[in-house]
């Protein structure tokens, strides 16, 4: 039901943090006819598609793709390398890290969760406790989640890491990249990371349907042990077959085409800047945040997300409700509050391939939105953005003279 008689025209905003918007460079190499998958071009494409992927989650260890959502890529990860019964440590930071903790249970992996108010990234005190306090060494692996799409929080690995090392336990660790890979710093060798998994659908710029695991050699020993049940999702054959460049079912070949394209893009505007340009989009929507006097979720300035923010509406308005007259109204849409938080906040995705102007569109339309929605707040949110914007493309021009 629209809420005015509108016709849209113009690009949808899609603003939920994943999917994202697809470069139509992408979406015109996924636009190409279907190979032979046992063909020799195609042993080529998966050779390209796998180093490029390995650079982007920073590591000389295997990368397994899957033709599946990033869900697929977390149940990869868990039963590859454990056993009906094996505990398992998690952090509850939010909705995404609930789903792989349930996921878990259904495998019939034993989950000791960490509890967390949904405000926060994960402990690495309460990491380190929780190892100490398992002298047995029963917990096998530690499971986390790096950028808490539901929250838009990102935990700090390095410091989760040297919590494990600190506590001298063994555990596997494992870490959910799907909302931060190739837009948030993130180092699989060196922080030591054994399972890191990723998905296409968000700073990959894809449409929704791969996922990955980057696999370290200590996982890849662990899955020669470990005796959950798994077919699809076997590393050991994949790996045996992607050697000389194929896959052991038919792969999602289009979406592969898709892949080797982003990965170009990704090459060519260089990782760090994507990096710099996601922290700086984050920093702007912030400032219009602050300036319509509404409050960021994310209470810890060390774990702000660079890839969405949450926004947290006055009590007695329903986000929901908001979000409905911004899709209806302007043709955007804007993140749900999922889980705990759902009705109470509402998700500003400003990742993948997106850029300064697609964010002050993005912004417009949020405080229009919530004008139209009656949600008391202060005008100029977007302006401030665009101050924060300008000023520092002044200071980058600057420096480039
Ligand atoms: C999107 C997302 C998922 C879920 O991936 P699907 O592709 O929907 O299966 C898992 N974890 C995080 C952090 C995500 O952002």
Known sequence: MLLLDSHPSGRHFLQIPGPT????????????ATIDHRGPEFAALTKAVIAGMKKVFKTDADVVIYSASGTGAWEAALVNTLSQGDRVLMAETGHFAALWKRL???????????????????????????????AQHSIKAVCVVHNETSTGVTSRIPELRAAIDRAGHPALFMVDTISSLASIDYRHDEWRVDVTVGGSQKGLMLPPGLSFNAISAKALAASKKA?????????????????SGYFPYTPATNLLYGLHEALDMLESEGLDRVFARHSRLAEATRRAVRAWGLEILCAEPAEYSS??????????????????????????????????????????????????????????????GLGLAAVPH?????QAAMDYLAETAAAELARAA
Request: some cysteine; overall charge neutral.
């Open 227 to 243: 005796k959950l049940p798994r077919s699809y999702w076997d590393w050991n054959e994949m790996l045996s077959i992607n050697a």
């Open 104 to 134: 878990a249970e259904r495998l019939g992996l034993s989950v000791t969760l960490l509890p967390g108010d949904w405000r926060h990234g994960v402990s690495a005190v309460d990491i380190e406790a929780a190892l100490r306090a398992d």
């Open 307 to 368: 890839t969405l923010t949450g926004v947290v509406l006055p009590a007695g308005h329903n986000a929901d409700t908001f979000r409905k007259i911004v899709l209806d109204r302007f043709d955007m849409s804007l993140g749900q509050g999922l889980g705990k938080v759902a009705g109470k906040i509402f998700r500003i995705g400003h990742l993948g391939y997106f850029n300064d102007l697609m964010l002050c569109g993005t912004l417009a339309g949020v405080e229009m």
């Open 378 to 382: 202060r005008k100029g949110g977007a």
């Open 21 to 32: 918007n697809v470069p139509d460079r992408v979406l015109r190499a996924i636009d190409q």
